[in-house]
């Protein structure tokens, strides 16, 4: 098992097995995208009360998860990066930060294009909308710090710190509509009993959930790879590597 | 001790300061995070009556009254249990209808009645076609 991860975690046998899985995984995305914006665009009936707009949740939602879970997976290798100083590890926080940030993004953006005809509004401050909005600024901290300091090292380490620091945000952001009265409605697929949303729409949305993952898991991987071969530059085995290609 | 297992305490008391710290924050928070009052909290006189403050629950049914050739409204808020008559002059969300959840933002006059100068609809988190409520609908008369 140790053995298994210090392999995984050595750059250069990181650098030929996410070659391998990127192009498969990458047709894995599409396909899954393709297959679930046909379904919730055109395949998903309208909602009850909602009509047409009910469509936006299925690029709300999914971004709004994946800006969550990207952090806890940014905070989880910053750590492993700060206690076992594992540079790979590192490479990985510093590649997923911009992605959850653009998810962030997307899920605020969508929320608020989908709160003026549903709640007449673009924007309120309750908590869900409030701790989300807070996590963009710590994504964007996040990415301050690592550019501020030169030295590539001491910029992980201190990042790492924020990110860890601002874990704690996340179940404010996951519990606040059940802590709260507010204007976000609860939890839809996560709810306990029973379901409260139709199976014709659920599996849409279930396929963009998984589009989206696989879309986060390609594109870590690929500027991970990016970044560890620029970090690497000075490295024999990336010298010989430019050397065979040219 | 190793530098290791040294960092490894280090990130573990700062994750546990974090916790409690945020713990303590929202206990102290709870009343000011509250994006809206319930009728019944605001019946229990939790909610300041001279401040602007936000109402929030479910229009009830055959409470709302529209004023013949004017913008105004007059309906009543329930969770339920309470129930709050709030009036309301301005253009309504498209989901605003009997039965359905919102949250007004105004003041309590002088005659117990909140005076709203915006009203959200609040959705809930159910999603179907049209026709599932349909049937449900048909349920619910048959019973």
Redesign the interface.
Known sequence: MWKFIHKFASPKYFYNISGKILPPLGWVTLALFIVGLVGALFLS??????GES?RI?YIHVPAAMLSMSCYVAMAITA?IG????IKLADIVAWAIAPIGMTMTIIALITGSVWGK?????YW????RLTSELILLFLYLGFIALQTAIEDTRSAARASA?LA??G??NI??IKYSVN?????H????IS?MGKP???A??LWPLLIMIAAYMCYFAWITLKRSRCELIYRERNSSWVKKMVKEAS | MTP?RK??IL?GI??TG??I??VLL?SAF?QN??????PTQIANGEASIDKGIRI?GLVKDGSLQRKEGTLEINFLVTDEVNEFPVTYSGI?????REGQGI?ARGKINSQGVFVAD????????????????DALDAAKTLK
Do not use: C
């Open positions: 009936p309208p909602d009850y009360q909602q009910v949740l750590a700060l206690i076992w100083r005809p549903m709640w007449g509004t309120v401050w309750d908590a710190i860890l620091v874990l704690v179940p404010i802590w709260w009265n507010t204007l409605q609860p939890a839809t709810k409260s949303i139709d014709s729409m | 290791r960092r490894m990130v700062l994750l974090m916790a710290t945020a929202i709870k995070l509250l994006y809206f009052y319930t929030g309504l969300p498209d989901l605003f949250v915006e009203i959200l609809a609040k959705h809930d988190e159910n999603y179907m076609p049209p026709e599932a409520q």
